[in-house]
C-alpha cells in the first residue's frame, strides 16, 4: 500500500456534474481528490481487507443473535426500551437488509484493524461505487496508470443483485428518504434508488420532512398513502428521540435498513465483539467507559457518534487529541488506540462495503490529523502489479 500523486483528470469537474456528483465540494473545500490514489496489491486486498470484511460482518451478525436475547446488553447499547421488542422481532424475522460499512486503520504491513462499523446510515457510497470507477477508467485511458491496474469495487453490481434479491420481500409503496437539505445524502439516496430501478423495484423518493403520520398511526406519503417500506437515510436513534418515533413499533413499516442495524451502528457492538472474540487480529481491545481519566494509549467514543465527533484521544506518548460535536452527552466505550497510519502528512481511513454479506470494495477518506472528520478528503485507489517488488510504471 502506497500514496501516489498523480495528476488530475481535467474534466473531472464536468464529468461530476454531469453525473450529479454535487458535493465534490463542500462549504469551498475539496472533498473529492484525486491529485493522488493510494495504491494496492491483490494480495492485500483479498487478503488483508477483503477476506476479514466478509469474517466479521459474520461475527457481527452472531452478536446481534446474543444482544436481542439480552436485556443487558439492550442497556447497554443505550437501546429505549419501547423499541427493544421491535428491534428482537426484526431480527427473528430475518428481515432483510442491503449494506454496510467497516471502516480499517490499515498500511499495508498487519492486519487491518476495525474502527468501527456504519450499518444503518452509511455514506460515501456514490463516490466509492461510482466515481472512483469512473475515474479508473479514465486514468487508464489517459495512460496515467499502470497497465492492468483494476480496482476493488462492485459495489453497484453487489447493489443491484442485492436489490434484486430482496425486491419480493419489499412491501409496496417503497419509497427513498433522507433529508431534504442535505446534498450529500440526496445524492446517497438517489443512487440508491437508481440501483432498485435498475433491479426492477418500482420506487419513489421524497424528503424526510415530508413523511406523515395518519390517523390510525401509519406513515404516508405526500399523496396520504400508506408507505410500505422506507429507506430511510436517517439515523434510527435518532427517529427514537423524536415524537413520530413512538409510532414506529406498531406502523407496520418496513424500513430498510431493518431495525435490527441499530444494534450494529451503536458503538457499543465494539466491546461485545471484544468479549466475545478477545485476541482477534483485527479487533481492537474495547470496554464499555466507566466516565473516569482516559489512560494512555486509549481512544473514547460515544455510542452514536458520527463522523469523528466528540472524540476523546490520549495517545502512548501523552498528546491528547478532541473533537467537538453533537454528543457530549449519554454513554460511550472505550477503545484501544490504534492511530491511523500517516502518507506524507495523510491519514487514510479505508471503508470497507458489505452488501447483502458480501465484501464488494472499498472507499479511502482521508484527513489531516488522526480523527476522520466530515471534512476528510475522498481519495481513489487502485490495485496495481508489482514486478520484482517494484510497481510497474
Not at 461475527?59 to 442497556?75: K, N, T, Y
Not at 423499541?83 to 498500511?107: C, E, V
Not at 452514536?304 to 460511550?332: F, K, Q, V
Request: charged share 25%.
Amino acid at each position: 500500500m502506497r500514496r501516489v500523486s498523480t495528476a488530475e483528470r481535467p474534466d473531472w469537474r464536468a464529468k461530476a456534474a454531469a453525473c450529479g456528483f454535487g458535493f465534490h465540494t463542500i462549504d469551498d473545500a475539496p472533498y473529492w481528490d484525486e491529485s493522488a490514489y493510494y495504491a494496492f496489491s491483490l494480495r492485500e486486498i483479498e487478503n488483508d481487507i477483503e477476506a476479514p470484511s466478509e469474517e466479521l460482518h459474520a461475527m457481527a451478525l452472531d452478536m446481534v443473535e446474543r444482544i436481542v436475547g439480552s436485556e443487558q446488553h439492550m442497556q447497554q447499547l443505550a437501546i429505549p426500551e419501547p423499541y427493544r421488542d421491535w428491534i428482537a422481532q426484526s431480527w427473528r424475522a430475518r428481515q432483510p437488509h442491503l449494506y454496510g460499512r467497516m471502516d480499517f486503520a490499515y498500511d499495508g504491513t498487519g492486519p487491518a484493524k476495525l474502527y468501527e462499523l456504519n450499518y444503518d446510515t452509511p455514506t460515501s457510497l456514490f463516490e466509492a461505487a461510482f466515481f472512483q470507477w469512473q475515474w479508473l477508467e479514465d486514468q487508464l485511458a489517459r495512460g496515467q496508470l499502470p497497465v492492468g491496474s483494476d480496482q476493488f469495487n462492485s459495489i453497484y453490481e453487489s447493489l443491484v443483485e442485492a436489490f434484486g434479491t430482496i425486491a419480493r420481500g419489499i412491501a409496496r409503496p417503497f419509497h427513498f428518504a433522507a433529508v431534504r437539505d442535505s446534498v450529500e445524502d440526496q445524492g446517497t439516496v438517489a443512487y440508491l434508488r437508481d440501483c432498485a430501478l435498475q433491479a426492477g423495484i418500482d420506487c419513489g423518493a421524497l424528503a424526510i420532512e415530508d413523511i406523515g403520520i395518519s390517523e390510525d398511526g401509519r406513515f404516508t406519503d405526500l399523496d396520504d398513502q400508506v408507505i410500505g417500506c422506507l429507506f430511510k437515510l436517517y439515523p434510527l436513534e435518532d427517529m427514537f428521540r423524536e415524537s413520530f418515533g413512538a409510532y414506529l413499533p406498531h406502523s407496520g413499516l418496513q424500513l430498510i435498513e431493518p431495525p435490527w442495524k441499530a444494534l450494529l451502528s451503536n458503538k457499543g457492538i465494539l466491546p461485545l465483539l471484544w468479549d466475545a472474540h478477545r485476541g482477534h487480529p483485527n479487533l481492537l481491545p474495547a470496554a464499555f467507559d466507566n466516565g473516569g481519566a482516559l489512560p494512555r494509549g486509549w481512544v473514547r467514543k460515544p455510542l452514536h457518534s458520527r463522523e469523528g465527533a466528540n472524540i476523546a484521544m490520549h495517545l502512548d506518548d501523552g498528546r491528547e487529541l478532541r473533537t467537538d460535536g453533537p454528543y457530549r452527552d449519554g454513554p460511550c466505550i472505550r477503545q484501544a488506540c490504534h492511530p491511523l497510519p500517516a502518507f506524507d502528512g495523510h491519514y487514510p481511513l479505508i471503508g470497507s462495503w458489505v452488501v447483502g454479506d458480501r465484501a464488494c470494495g472499498i472507499g479511502i477518506r482521508e484527513d489531516s490529523s488522526l480523527v476522520t472528520q466530515d471534512s476528510a478528503r475522498f481519495v481513489p485507489h487502485a490495485i496495481v502489479e508489482e514486478a520484482r517488488g517494484v510497481l510497474m510504471a
